[in-house]
Nanobody, 119 residues
Framework: QVQLVESGGGLVQAGGSLRLSCAAS????????MGWFRQAPGKEREFVTR????????FYADSVKGRFTISRDNAKNTVYLQMDSLKPEDTAVYYC????????????WGQGTLVTVSS
């Protein structure tokens, strides 16, 4: 079973930046679509952004558009989430996810990394 491992979470002041990374445990793992989700305390998990592996097409939730940037390094089988202009409402556990095939569900999930934004 492929594992996704996130890193880069932490505590930051409002207006600051963080970069999250998500690496697949297997070098042979390949997914056509990877993304980030988040879950704030007491709330349901929500979609943040996703990126196609072939061509790099991206899509963002309105709440992060213009502040967050998703990117990928195919050679390293890693996806990144650059988060700028962070707000206290961005505080959440951030999860990396991947699909197994085009049109498939989000099958693979990381363990999550906590991002805390102080006001």
């Amino acid at each position: 079973q492929v594992q996704l491992v996130e890193s880069g979470g932490g505590l930051v002041q409002a207006g600051g930046s963080l970069r999250l990374s998500c690496a697949a445990s297997s070098r042979t793992f390949s997914s056509p679509l990877m993304g980030w989700f988040r879950q704030a305390p007491g709330k349901e998990r929500e979609f943040v952004t996703r990126i196609m592996w072939n061509g790099g097409s991206t899509f963002y939730a309105d709440s992060v558009k213009g502040r967050f940037t998703i990117s990928r390094d195919n050679a390293k089988n890693t996806v990144y989430l650059q988060m700028d202009s962070l707000k206290p409402e961005d505080t959440a556990v951030y999860y990396c996810a991947a699909v197994a095939e085009v049109g498939g569900r989000w099958k693979y999930w990381g363990q999550g990394t906590l991002v805390t934004v102080s006001s």
